[in-house]
């Protein structure tokens, strides 16, 4: 009888060991709600205010800071209005700007247009850029955002801003203006390509033939690193920092963006790249 009492407290601390660990000791994952386009009152707002505005955007939803720092991964942008137009006029620019602002617009929305040298995907003599379109993806930038963030980048520059504000975008009288609904989730991806395009994994790591540079290579991290390793990897990236990286250089919060199905597909895929 008293090991049988023995065999049952073992049990119990044992269940109970294993309820508090999935309770507390494994990290809940709670998808962030899908970014809202802000409300922007254009026709009450001077050059001053959209230039904040977009200030505001560059160093928060735009998440450009996360390349264009001292780190070096992306040209800084401070020297803009001095660089842009000799970039403008170099033989291998291949876009379709005229001019210094419609060369920043397309370098947001066609970042492959030109390329500056040594910043472009490894293998592409800096033909391809790994920046993704600001119009699309996880920023998808709306147009008034887009253009605040080009009379603030030719601020910084020490250029004349010659962005206009787009009041024409404003809503008509009597016409509600269509908000995203913050209660509604975005739709969840079941393949690992598409959640590379849309948190642009690829635009810092080698996976197979795609190939970018600026974070570990990826290609057979499945043969020398288990699924518990990639997961923490997603969730917390600056816990274990691989040689030769520094922290903070992978977004920290990728994990909040996730699905919890979503982060699955990633490691299942991570893992078998062997």
């Known amino acids: 009888m008293r090991q049988f009492l023995a065999v049952i407290a073992f049990m119990l601390v044992t269940i109970g060991f294993f309820s508090a660990y999935s309770n507390f000791g494994i990290p809940q994952i709670i998808p962030a709600p899908p970014p809202v386009e802000e409300e922007i009152d254009l026709t009450s707002m001077d050059m001053d205010q959209f230039t904040a505005l977009g200030d505001k955007i560059f160093n928060g939803k735009g998440t450009c800071t996360l390349c264009h720092n001292e780190l070096g991964r992306a040209p800084m942008l401070d020297q803009v209005g001095v660089n842009a137009q000799a970039r403008l006029d170099d033989a291998r620019y291949d876009g379709e700007a005229s001019d210094i602002e419609g060369y920043l617009r397309e370098s947001l929305v066609a970042p492959s247009a030109y390329v500056v040298e040594g910043f472009g995907k490894a293998g592409t003599n800096d033909t391809e850029s790994p920046m993704p379109s ?14 605040a963030v080009l009379a603030y980048l030719q601020d910084i520059g020490g250029l004349e801003v010659t962005v206009e504000i787009p009041t024409d975008m404003a809503p008509q009288e009597g016409e509600p203006e269509e908000m995203a609904d913050p209660g509604e989730p975005r739709p969840a991806f079941t393949n690992f390509q598409d959640l590379s395009d849309e948190f642009a994994c690829e635009a810092c790591h080698t996976i197979g033939e795609e190939a970018g540079d600026l974070g570990p290579n990826l290609s057979t991290i499945g043969g020398t690193r288990d699924r518990d390793y990639i997961r923490r990897a997603l969730l917390d990236p600056n816990r274990d920092i691989a040689k030769g990286y520094e922290a903070d250089m992978m977004p920290d919060d990728l994990g909040e963006q996730l699905y919890a199905t979503e982060l699955e597909i990633m490691v299942d895929f991570l893992s078998q790249l062997k």
């Open 134 to 147: 600001t119009e699309g993806g996880s920023i998808a930038l709306s147009e008034p955002e887009l253009a």
